[in-house]
């Protein structure tokens, strides 16, 4: 057994998992996963930087991050960087703050390594289930950058391209610093515009429309999954692999985008960092199962971080 450490720092999001990988059964038993929001990319798609409010917030989550790397004994660290730390002008100051702290050099990654990576970790343990039939397709919904990837055992076509529900929505939904609440239609019909031309894009290289299984992951989907199991707290072990039928999620995304900023932080499941975005990830959700025909989405809780856990051991 080899104990790992994985971050995952993404445009909304940091996470942290720090498990014992054992690659004799191709096991990962976690020790302690969890995740901050601190919206790295605030601004980014806008001004190409990292604003220094939003580098602050995420060194603190960074420290306590490696508070809990040292006492849990991990022997190895790997800490990667996704799409809001690909696009920075400044993205060297993210790198001195991290290796500061934690020990470690960020890896700021390309998309279709994020998709093996995100690939690998979503499909490991689906591997054999005759109800889940492959070609999967997994999908990465992030804050900046959706992530495709379509395989059997191993990846056949991997594609990231810049939607994500931190870049839509700041790019359309976003008036005088203030969120619209609720969005308007026209804001709606330019997001969906966005999305399906982000789509196309993606499906010059991944055959979308082959996938036999949708695979979801990344906090607005897991978020859209609480919302239609109806949970009254959020519950991980509920909605890792539940299955969630194409018009539950069209009822969740028109509930969504007519919905105030106060009705949305009223669902149980919501967290608060998700209030403002969770819309425009909704509505990536939804084009994906429209552009493949997919009756439903698998929803994963192992990602991306499972996939760089992998990676380590």
Same mark, same amino acid.
């Given at each position: 057994?080899?104990?790992?450490?994985?971050?995952?720092?993404?445009?909304?999001?940091?996470? +942290?998992?720090?498990?014992?990988?054992?690659?004799?059964?191709?096991?990962?038993?976690?020790?302690?996963? !969890?995740?901050?929001?601190?919206?790295? /990319?605030? #601004?980014?798609?806008?001004?190409? *930087?990292?604003?220094?409010?939003? =580098?602050?917030?995420?060194?603190?989550?960074?420290?306590?991050?490696?508070?809990?790397?040292?006492?849990? #004994?991990?022997?190895?660290?790997?800490?990667?960087?996704?799409?809001?730390?690909?696009?920075?002008?400044?993205?060297?100051?993210?790198?001195? #703050?991290?290796?500061?702290?934690?020990?470690?050099?960020?890896?700021?990654?390309?998309?279709?390594?994020?998709?093996?990576?995100?690939?690998?970790?979503?499909?490991?343990?689906?591997?054999?289930?005759?109800? +889940?039939?492959?070609?999967?397709?997994?999908?990465?919904?992030?804050? /900046?950058?959706?992530?495709?990837?379509?395989?059997?055992?191993?990846?056949?076509?991997?594609?990231?391209?810049?939607?994500?529900?931190?870049?839509?929505?700041?790019?359309?939904?976003?008036?005088?610093?203030?969120?619209?609440?609720?969005?308007?239609?026209?804001?709606?019909?330019?997001?969906?515009?966005?999305?399906?031309?982000?789509?196309? =894009?993606?499906?010059?290289?991944?055959? =979308?429309?082959?996938?036999?299984?949708?695979?979801? =992951?990344?906090?607005?989907?897991?978020?859209?999954?609480?919302?239609?199991?109806?949970?009254?707290?959020?519950?991980?072990?509920?909605?890792?692999?539940?299955?969630?039928?194409?018009? *539950?999620?069209?009822?969740?995304?028109?509930? +969504?985008?007519?919905?105030?900023?106060?009705? *949305?932080?009223?669902?149980?499941?919501?967290?608060?960092? !998700?209030?403002?975005?969770?819309?425009?990830?909704?509505?990536?959700? +939804?084009?994906?199962?429209?552009?493949?025909?997919?009756?439903?989405?698998?929803?994963?809780?192992?990602?991306?971080?499972? /996939?760089?856990?992998?990676?380590?051991?």
């Amino acid at each position: 057994m080899t104990r790992v450490a994985a971050i995952d720092c993404g445009t909304n999001s940091i996470r +942290l998992l720090v498990a014992d990988a054992d690659p004799r059964t191709g096991e990962l038993v976690d020790l302690d996963r !969890r995740m901050e929001i601190v919206r790295l /990319g605030q #601004g980014v798609d806008k001004t190409g *930087r990292l604003a220094p409010e939003a =580098l602050q917030r995420t060194f603190a989550a960074c420290r306590t991050y490696a508070e809990i790397i040292k006492e849990l #004994g991990a022997e190895r660290t790997r800490f990667v960087a996704t799409s809001a730390s690909r696009d920075a002008e400044n993205r060297d100051d993210f790198v001195r #703050g991290v290796l500061d702290i934690l020990g470690v050099e960020p890896e700021v990654i390309s998309g279709d390594q994020e998709a093996e990576f995100s690939f690998t970790g979503a499909t490991r343990e689906l591997k054999g289930r005759e109800d +889940l039939p492959t070609p999967y397709l997994v999908v990465d919904i992030g804050g /900046g950058s959706t992530e495709f990837v379509v395989g059997d055992g191993e990846v056949r076509a991997a594609r990231s391209v810049d939607v994500g529900c931190v870049r839509m929505t700041e790019r359309h939904l976003v008036r005088d610093g203030v969120v619209t609440d609720p969005p308007t239609e026209a804001q709606i019909t330019a997001i969906r515009a966005d999305i399906e031309a982000a789509l196309d =894009l993606a499906e010059q290289t991944v055959p =979308l429309r082959e996938a036999r299984t949708l695979v979801g =992951l990344a906090g607005s989907v897991t978020t859209v999954a609480g919302i239609a199991l109806g949970l009254d707290a959020y519950e991980s072990a509920a909605i890792h692999h539940s299955r969630i039928p194409y018009a *539950r999620v069209a009822e969740i995304v028109d509930r +969504l985008t007519r919905s105030t900023h106060a009705e *949305r932080a009223a669902i149980p499941v919501m967290h608060p960092g !998700r209030v403002d975005v969770i819309a425009a990830g909704a509505l990536v959700l +939804l084009a994906i199962m429209d552009r493949t025909g997919a009756q439903e989405v698998v929803v994963s809780e192992h990602d991306i971080l499972d /996939g760089i856990g992998w990676s380590i051991a």
